[in-house]
């Protein structure tokens, strides 16, 4: 078939709207009408040719939601008219990562995902002119059309809304699965959260419904305030106007260091001061930012000797198939709140108007509406 998608055609261009070739599903595989996608700023950080991993030229977009149209041989557990919302991190339930409860990172198709192909090795989209265009983290959702493995999709609620709920597909599911899964952030908690973009709001919202009873945001735009007040900030701290030392301004602003801090910026100098505002003895800093590559995290290594320690995150922690249709039934059920964190939506023609408006600061989410 052909479907209409954004094409990243080569590192630091913009992305280019065209037709292109899509195969159908293959055993195990299944097709997927993508009714909307949100912009995250990994996609950006890919095109930027910042990702180790970038491959060019691809369907980039891995935060979206959509229906089964097709599925090939063997799949059982999605069927044509299902609402999913497709997985960039996959769950098999089958491999030694899945079968291990101290990880969400399923393994059974992380090689081919990370050379930007199906599981048999090859793509399913090309240009009109036969050129292989590749996949991007399993998903390429910037296309209106794309071909998924059954593992990497998460059957959802019908009734949900895909402009809101494909959020969930990574920045609601990362911010919120950063507390609960991965630092399991307990009642009267002191906390810091570092960039309070689409991740970051999703950090505070999680550490409010955790019970924190303190929540530092710190970013250098102020304009992120208001939001981050709404979510569950309690103090706002923008490093350009401290005098003198971040980490000690933090420090003190915490009683002494936060239980928790978490890195949404993916810049390894905010990393570092992270680590070092996580209270002596016991202080947990979690890193969800993505650096670019050759980018390296440092720190004096008392820090850690003195009881402070460093983790990282990917989706949250989440179990895809498993977790993701119970946030979206959160959402539902009003436990989370995502509108307000959209502030803008597109057509697919005007997507590098959102990479704009994320550069800018303008935006937390923008959304594109297929
Ligand atoms: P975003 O652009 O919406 O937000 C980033 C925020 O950081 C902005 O508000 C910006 O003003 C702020 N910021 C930038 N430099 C700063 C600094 N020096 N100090 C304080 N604040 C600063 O981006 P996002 O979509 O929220 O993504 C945030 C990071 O998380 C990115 O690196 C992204 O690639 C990564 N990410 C990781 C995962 C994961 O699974 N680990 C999932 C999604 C996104
Ligand atoms: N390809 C990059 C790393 C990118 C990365 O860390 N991706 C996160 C998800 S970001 C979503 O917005 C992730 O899931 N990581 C685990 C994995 O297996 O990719 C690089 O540096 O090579
Ligand atoms: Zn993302």
């Known amino acids: ?21 899509l195969e159908g599903p293959k055993t195990g595989e299944v097709l997927v009408e993508i009714k909307a996608t949100g912009l ?27 229906v089964v149209l097709e599925v090939g ?47 048999d090795g090859t793509s399913r989209f090309s240009m009109l002119d036969g050129t292989p265009i590749l996949h991007y983290m399993g ?10 493995p059954e593992i990497a999709v998460a059957k959802i609620n019908p009734d949900a809304p895909f402009d809101k709920v494909c959020y969930i597909g990574c920045g609601v599911t990362t911010g919120i699965g950063a507390v609960i899964n991965t630092a399991k952030v307990e009642i009267g908690s002191r906390a810091i959260v570092f960039g309070l973009g689409g991740i970051g709001l999703n950090v505070i919202q999680g550490l409010r419904m955790a019970g924190a009873d303190q ?26 106007d401290v005098q003198g030392d971040l980490v000690a301004h933090l420090v003190e602003l915490t009683n002494g260091g936060a239980d928790y801090t978490f890195d949404a910026t993916g810049n390894v100098q905010v990393m570092r001061a992270a680590l070092e505002s996580a209270h002596k003895g ?47 039934d959160w959402y539902m059920e009003g436990k989370i709140e995502i509108d307000p964190m959209i502030t803008h939506t597109m057509p697919l023609e005007d997507i590098n108007k959102g990479f704009d408006l994320m550069h800018s600061g303008e935006s937390i989410r923008s959304v594109v509406v297929y």
């Open 139 to 148: 998903c390429s959702t910037f296309a209106n059309h794309t071909v998924l």
């Open 282 to 328: 016991w202080g947990e800093s979690i890193i969800i930012g993505v650096a670019p590559a050759g980018a390296e995290i440092s720190t004096r290594p008392f820090q850690l000797v003195t009881g402070r320690s460093w983790r990282g995150t990917a989706f949250g922690g989440a179990r895809g198939r498993t977790d993701v249709p119970k946030i979206v």
């Open 73 to 119: 041989e063997g799949v059982t557990s999605v069927a044509p008219g299902d609402h999913v919302i497709p997985l960039y991190t996959p769950e098999c339930r089958e491999c030694e990562y899945c079968l291990n409860p101290k990880t969400n990172l399923c393994q059974a198709i992380r090689s081919t995902q990370g050379q930007g192909l199906m599981p």
């Open 215 to 240: 929540i530092v945001g710190v970013d250098i735009n102020d304009g992120k305030s208001q939001m981050a007040r709404h979510f569950g900030m309690t103090d706002f701290v923008n490093p350009t």
């Open 1 to 21: 078939m052909r479907t209409r998608a954004a094409v990243a055609v080569e590192a630091g261009k913009p992305l280019e709207i065209m037709d292109v070739n």
């Open 40 to 66: 995250c700023h990994t996609d950006d950080f890919t095109l930027s040719g910042a990702d180790p991993e970038g491959l060019f030229p691809a369907i980039l977009g891995h935060e979206g939601a959509g």
